[in-house]
């Protein structure tokens, strides 16, 4: 049987600059700084996309006159609106889709947390949930079950932060090197994170463009391909008790303390692949502990034993599984509710491309990438790889 | 060792509104109260217009004993805005009834929370709004 995603690439990826404040630009403007940005990367016009996925859809269609094409009401991006537009792809009603997002002048407000994570439900909005505390009581459920220790979270947060010390597109570029030690002695935020734990608020744009892979062949970046794919919700993040143990009705259904789990291995099948066959994984960071988790629930290792395995030095840039190289939402950015979203797919693309300045992994040919946690009751997962499925 | 305490007036209270009117209009009795399905007696929390398990759309109300453990805990040292203050703990608790609610530890030092810490609702006055905290429970 052909793969679904046979005649689809991922034609070119983009990232304008990013930075902890980008004077001038609010998040329209950047978005299209990056949505023209990735088509002169691509050497694509405007005129020859015929969908518009992400934020500022429908704008950007009546600002480059792409129109009538495939743009629906939505704005938002990330790894479902990336697997849509493959699917409008390979089902033939596009051609080439561009998929755009950026945040600037959202987080003026600094005496509070970023808005896109303050609670709309009136049964957690007078008890002070925010992000890091949605995130820290999944955390505090695993360390109860299996002994996982801040220690072990201070280990993801020291590589991934050291991954984007070095990276000079990274907003905390030459901010480090960071050893668990700094981690555990940075304050503490919400119990189990400490400062160090958590991802950085910044400003910045993104894009990405979707094409029939005998397009892409044409155009100026190295086409790289999707394997495979996986979107596994539980409901509207941040409005809920962020359980564990929440479950669907449905026959198989995983818990959502390993929510990503069925969305992984949707995407593995239809790979073809093993966990064991990713050469870099470009997962979603916004706490330390939800590396730990996203490991066992892909695979990467056995329930209960993330901890162990981040220690033994597999997650680091000459470990078995290279993970969030740019330095991600700790490091690199964290532009919004939809932009680090798309980043991560970003850095998996160039790790395939080959193109990445630093800590670029030799010879990777399948990356796994992945945005979105149980502490938000959602893990979106992909599989990418360099050679046409 | 520091205790917690409730929050004050100033920081963003529940508005009311249909199915949760009911819920709040109790706290300010002082009493916590969740539906139940009449069909399948499965307890259910938020509010809500069906039973998630049998679909029913027959769900009563009956009081909580107010009595549980702490399921999952954080301590905040950072607000989630200036109107809090810190250090505060959000909880999520098992109610005996056989549901789960989000709140806030008071009356406990930071030291001592804990998961499966027995406690029980205490109704504070904040603002306009009379909002369900917990605080340990005596043995």
Same mark, same amino acid.
């Given at each position: ?81 990336? !697997?849509?537009? &493959? ?7 596009? =051609?080439? %889709?561009? +998929?755009? @997002? $950026? #945040? /600037? ?104 463009? !979707?094409?029939? &892979? ?7 970046? =190295?086409? %790289?391909? +999707?394997? @495979? $794919? #996986? /979107? ?158 | ?139």
């Amino acid at each position: 049987m052909t793969h679904p995603y046979h005649d689809v690439a991922i034609a070119a990826v983009f990232n304008t600059k990013q930075a902890k404040v980008l004077e001038g630009y609010d998040s329209y403007t950047i978005t299209v700084e990056a949505a023209l940005g990735v088509l002169d990367a691509a050497g694509m016009p405007p005129a020859q996309l015929d969908g518009i996925l992400g934020q500022f859809n429908t704008e950007l269609a009546y600002l480059l006159r792409v129109g009538p094409a495939w743009v629906p009401a939505g704005g938002f991006g990330s790894i479902p609106q990336i !697997l849509d537009a &493959a699917n409008a792809i390979a089902a033939g009603n596009c =051609t080439a %889709v561009l +998929i755009a @997002g $950026g #945040g /600037a002048g959202i987080y003026t407000e600094r005496t509070a947390t970023a808005p896109w994570t303050r609670m709309a439900s009136e049964f957690v909005l007078p008890f002070g949930i925010y992000t890091a505390l949605e995130f820290a009581l999944i955390a505090r459920r695993h360390m109860h079950m299996y002994g996982t220790t801040p220690e072990q979270m201070a280990e993801v947060a020291a590589t991934i932060r050291n991954n984007g010390h070095v990276n000079p597109e990274a907003i905390y570029y030459g901010k480090g090197p960071f050893t668990a030690a700094d981690v555990l002695e940075s304050r503490m935020v919400a119990d189990p994170f400490h400062l160090l734990d958590c991802s950085l608020t910044g400003e910045g744009g993104c894009a990405l463009l !979707l094409t029939r &892979a005998d397009i892409a062949r044409d155009l100026r970046q =190295t086409p %790289v391909y +999707i394997l @495979g $794919g #996986g /979107a596994d919700h539980n409901g509207p993040s941040y409005q809920h008790p962020p359980s564990w143990d929440l479950r669907g009705n449905g026959p198989g259904a995983v818990e959502n303390g390993y929510v990503g789990q069925r969305a992984a291995q949707q995407s593995f099948t239809m790979a073809g692949l093993a966990p064991s066959d990713v050469d870099v994984a470009e997962l979603y960071d916004p706490f330390s502990f939800e590396i730990i988790r996203q490991l066992e629930a892909f695979g990467f290792c056995a329930r209960g034993e993330g901890g162990d395995y981040v220690t033994s030095g597999a997650i680091r840039p000459d470990g078995e599984l290279p993970i969030t190289t740019d330095g991600g939402l700790m490091s690199f950015s964290h532009g919004g509710g939809s932009v680090q979203l798309l980043q991560r797919v970003i850095r998996a693309v160039q790790q395939l491309q080959g193109v990445c300045a630093t800590t670029q992994i030799a010879g990777a040919e399948v990356a796994i990438a992945s945005n979105g946690g149980a502490g938000a009751l959602f893990n979106d997962v992909m599989l990418l790889g360099s050679h046409r499925p | 060792m520091t205790l917690l305490v409730p929050q004050s007036e100033g920081i963003p209270l529940p508005r009311p509104s249909g199915l949760s009117k009911v819920f709040w209009d109790a706290c300010e009795e002082g009493r916590l109260v969740y539906q139940r399905c009449v069909r399948c007696e499965t307890a259910v929390f938020n509010p809500s217009p069906v039973c998630p398990m049998c679909l029913s759309q027959e769900l009563a109300w009956h009081d909580s004993a107010g009595r549980g453990a702490i399921y999952s805990w954080s301590v905040a040292y950072r607000p989630m805005s200036s109107s809090f203050t810190a250090p505060y703990a959000p909880i999520i608790v098992d109610l005996d009834e056989g549901y789960q609610m989000v709140s806030n530890l008071i009356d406990c030092a930071v030291d001592d929370v804990a998961i499966g810490l027995r406690v029980r609702v205490d109704f504070r006055e904040v603002g306009k709004m009379t909002l369900p905290y917990f605080r340990p429970d005596e043995p």
